[in-house]
Nanobody, 120 residues
Framework: VQLQAFGGGLVQPGWSLRLSCAAS????????MGWYRQASGEQRELVAS???????NYADSVKGRFTISRNNAKKTVYLQMNSLNPEDTAVYYC???????????????WGKGTLVTVSS
């Protein structure tokens, strides 16, 4: 099972960016999916999460600016980030609770991070 994230980059303040993360491998089911971020010298923090049914949760710092969504058929989670500011600069990691076809429970999986830099 693998999570692969795409979409990071360098943008100016006020710009938008869309991250995506696709799960692949022997997957039977995916429950919650989410995005975390870790700024330099800081602890990793939850940015947003979404259940298999579409219920969402956001960090206060991104409410109204970021939108998380998912495509269950494509096993992909997205993070639309608008009105980016320098405080959003961090490595963004996707996360998913996945039941493999060979397993009997859900296991937490992490993707490799993708760097988002917001700077003028």
């Amino acid at each position: 099972v693998q999570l692969q994230a795409f979409g990071g980059g360098l943008v100016q303040p006020g710009w938008s960016l869309r991250l995506s993360c696709a799960a692949s491998g022997s997957i039977l089911s995916i429950s919650a999916m989410g995005w975390y971020r870790q700024a330099s010298g800081e602890q990793r923090e939850l940015v947003a999460s979404i259940t298999s049914g579409g219920n969402t949760n956001y960090a206060d710092s991104v409410k109204g600016r970021f939108t998380i969504s998912r495509n269950n058929a494509k096993k992909t989670v997205y993070l639309q980030m608008n009105s980016l500011n320098p405080e959003d600069t961090a490595v963004y990691y996707c996360n998913a609770n996945i039941m493999p076809t060979y397993g009997t429970g859900y296991y937490e999986n992490w993707g490799k991070g993708t760097l988002v830099t917001v700077s003028s």
